[in-house]
Every structure is written in C-alpha cells, then in structure tokens.
C-alpha cells in the first residue's frame, strides 16, 4: 500500500525556517517525480514545487523561489522542503504528492499524504 | 500565472447530472492533454478522480468522466449520490516554469 507521510508542520514567526519531512513507502520511490503543493485556510491547492527522480532536476512556483528548497534521499525514501524567510501568506497545510507515471498519469498527483500544517504568526 | 477558472458552486440532485468547467489558457489547459480532477471532502487529502483529460484512475466510478474544448475542460459526474459532495480542482500541466496550475474549486452540492 502507498502511503506518504507528512511530518515537521508548526507554529514558526514571520522570517523563520522550517523543515518539512515526506517519509514514502509501498512503492519504488526512487522511480517517482515527488511534488509539495500547498492549502491555505479556506483556500484552494497550490502547486509549490518538485523534484524528478534522482534529484537533479526541480522547480518552484513564483511565490516560493528563492525561498524554498525541495530535495530527495532516495536511501531513506524521503522527500523534503526546507523553508526559510517565511511570510504570513505561506501559513496553510503542505501536502507531499507522488506525481503519476504511464499508467496513473503524467502531471497528476496519484497519492497524497495526509498534509501537515504550517502557520506563520507572531 | 493565474489560477484555473472554476465556477465556485455547482449543485444537483442525487441521480441527476453536473458538469463543472475549468477554464485556462492555450499555455495550459488548452496547449496539453495534461489535465486533472480531484476530489476533496472535508479535513481529507484530495484524491485523483480523472487524468489526461478522460482518464479514470483504478477504483473511481465510471459516473465520473472528464473532457475538454479549446481552452476549456469538463468534468461530468452521472448519477450524483450523497458521497459526491464534495469540493472538486482541476489542474493542467503549465509548461516547465509554472509546472502545474489548479483551478480555484468547485463545491459540488447535492440536494
């Protein structure tokens, strides 16, 4: 069974850093383009980043670049996003998504974890 | 780059048919058979209800179905029971700057 893990969400100020942890199981995870997209309160999904297989390749949403970086052990089946000067308009639940492949679909998520949240307050 | 454009609610009566649109430009919705549409029901993670435009992943019902026109896709569900409502995101491959683009929602209501 697939199951994604979220884990590293909480209370951080305006400017602070955190990171978050995407523990993967039941699938060959070092075969899979891995993703984080984001939900604000209320809000609809947000793409935010991703990475391909090996961990040579990623991208970022305008909103985040410069601010986020998303990486990879394949040894541990883990996925992270490392977040730094945090704004108040970055609080919502970070979702790690497993993008599709041939069967399940390019450019769509086919599993999703559970989501973790993140709220930037003073 | 914006957001999809989905209408914010949609609503019918169990057994009845709803089809919720989800409008973009030639660089997504239009330009790629990249399209997706996923379900949400409260405090829950979203789930992939339909892929490449019409492609329904193992386990969704076949009530479910999904299309696209120019710069416009669709998705239908047939035979709308209790448990379909729920909030409903399309998304379309952007190109490789902007990756991914969801739609803003739609909740789908069953009277």
């Known amino acids: 069974e697939v199951q994604l893990v979220e884990s590293g969400g909480g209370l951080v100020q305006p400017g602070g850093s955190l990171r978050l942890s995407c523990a993967a199981s039941?699938?060959?995870?070092?075969?899979?383009?891995m993703h984080w997209v984001r939900q604000a309160p209320g809000k609809g999904l947000v793409w935010v980043s991703r990475i391909n297989s090996d961990g040579s390749s990623t991208s970022y949403a305008d909103s985040v670049k410069g601010r986020f970086t998303i990486s990879r052990d394949n040894a541990k089946n883990t996925q992270y996003l490392q977040m730094n000067s945090l704004r108040a308009e970055d609080t919502a639940v970070y979702y790690c998504?497993?993008?599709?492949?041939?069967?399940?679909?390019?450019?769509?998520?086919?599993?999703w974890g559970q989501g973790t949240l993140v709220t930037v307050s003073s | 780059q914006s957001a999809l454009t989905q209408p914010p609610s949609a609503s019918g009566s169990p057994g009845q048919s709803v089809t919720i649109s989800c409008t973009g430009t030639s660089s997504d919705v239009g330009g790629y058979n990249y399209v997706s549409w996923y379900q949400q029901h409260p405090g829950k993670a979203p789930k992939l209800m339909i892929y490449?435009?019409?492609k329904r992943p193992s386990g969704v019902p076949d009530r479910f179905s999904g299309s696209k026109s120019g710069n416009t896709a669709s998705l239908t569900v047939s035979g709308l029971q209790a448990e379909d409502e729920a909030d409903y995101y399309c998304s379309s491959f952007a190109g490789s700057n902007n990756f991914v683009l969801f739609g803003g929602g739609t909740k789908l209501t069953v009277l």
């Open positions: 039941g699938f060959p995870f070092s075969s899979y383009w």
């Open positions: 490449e435009v019409s």
């Open positions: 998504a497993r993008e599709g492949d041939f069967w399940s679909g390019y450019y769509s998520f086919d599993y």
